[in-house]
């Protein structure tokens, strides 16, 4: 079996050593090049053309963002982050690389981990995902979404509420969703992304700058009815539910290794508001969403899974797509005017 060929950028030399050392010391993996800024990074991901790139975000001469972008454009090849960045203004350039395609990120050593612990993280990440497909990812798409064909919807209940879950390439596929509803959208819209820690502190914060419409963390026991037109997103590490028409936070057992969980934020839904419900599970890894998407189904609601053309990774919407959950498969870009006839309560008889 052929070694993954691997791509560390890291501009510490240190750090750089350590990944590399971690890296080589699998029998499965081989250090094809080291790069210590984002120029080195896109001329050698040219050159060599690795099964994986681990990308620093804070780099010289071009950013790891930049980087990421020319990559995704031009060489496509999965991304993995590897960062220390923590603060608002570096998260928020973390989200915009995985926007523009990176697969996953992963938090740099802290020094307080058990020994080997981040290591076997490490060759874990690499290996899951080195094996993603990639496509040409131009940045640029993101600002210039359009509709690329009239959605033709069942008619429908008066909707109440809706809610979208997602996991690996969901910034990039929740922009473009999130961009596709008009002004005048006016449900509450309910949202679990998984990402891992410490990268998700500010990510309500970045989406609601890329967009028109205002997204915030939601705060426990705040009325559904007060979050008309607007998008309420699970916490790091919190289970998002609702219950006798408010959102609740939850520190239960994760679900699927996941917390927050799409399927106990589906689930509630179902239970709470049956077919006046809408739920759309997007691209990510795994099958958290799938049993909660079918829930929200068999109670009248209606569902939505996003295409495996346009899913980062087709496996949770494969999952929901296996069960037979998804009322409707659309591509990313029909989903916002699907959800918007929807709640419109258009559509043909």
Not at 35 to 40: F, L, S, T, V
Not at 191 to 217: C, K, M, S
Request: glycine share 10%.
């Amino acid at each position: 079996m052929a070694k993954l060929r691997i791509l560390v950028v890291e501009d510490s030399p240190t750090v750089r050593q350590r990944l590399c050392e971690t890296l080589a010391g699998d029998p499965g993996i081989e250090v094809v090049g080291e790069a210590e800024d984002g120029k080195q990074a896109i001329e050698l991901a040219a050159a060599l053309r690795p099964d994986l790139v681990t990308m620093d975000m804070m780099l010289p001469v071009i950013s790891g963002l930049g980087a990421t972008e020319y990559i995704m454009a031009h060489c496509p090849t999965p991304i993995l982050i590897v960062s220390a960045s923590v603060n608002r203004g570096e998260l928020f350039k973390t989200y915009e690389a995985l926007a523009a395609g990176a697969v996953d990120v992963l938090e740099k050593p802290n020094g307080e981990e058990p020994e080997g612990a981040w290591e076997r993280k490490l060759i874990a990440a690499v290996k899951l995902v080195a094996r993603i497909p990639v496509i040409t990812h131009p940045r640029a798409r993101l600002g210039l979404w359009k509709s690329t064909a009239s959605v033709p919807i069942l008619s429908a209940p008066q909707l109440k509420v809706a809610a979208v879950g997602a996991s690996t390439g969901g910034p990039g596929a929740l922009v473009e969703l999130l961009r596709g509803l008009p002004p005048d959208f006016d449900l509450p819209l309910l949202l679990v992304l998984h990402i891992n820690e410490p990268f998700g502190a500010a990510l309500a914060d970045w989406l609601d700058a890329q967009t028109q419409r205002p997204v915030a963390y939601a705060r426990d026991g705040e009325p559904i009815a007060a979050a008309a037109g607007r998008v309420l997103m699970a916490p790091p590490d919190s289970h998002l539910i609702v219950q006798e028409g408010r959102v609740h936070l939850s520190r239960d057992p994760p679900r699927h290794s996941c917390r927050p969980s799409v399927d106990m934020l589906f689930e509630s839904l179902a239970h709470e508001y049956r077919a006046a419900a809408a739920g759309c599970l997007l691209t990510g890894m795994g099958r958290d969403g799938a049993a909660g998407l079918l829930s929200i189904r068999i109670a009248g609601g209606r569902t939505i899974a996003q295409d495996e053309a346009s899913s980062v990774v087709y496996g949770m919407p494969r999952e929901a797509a296996m069960l037979g959950a998804a009322e409707r498969i659309l591509p990313i870009g029909e989903i916002g005017p699907a959800l918007t006839a929807l709640a419109a309560g258009q559509g043909d008889p």
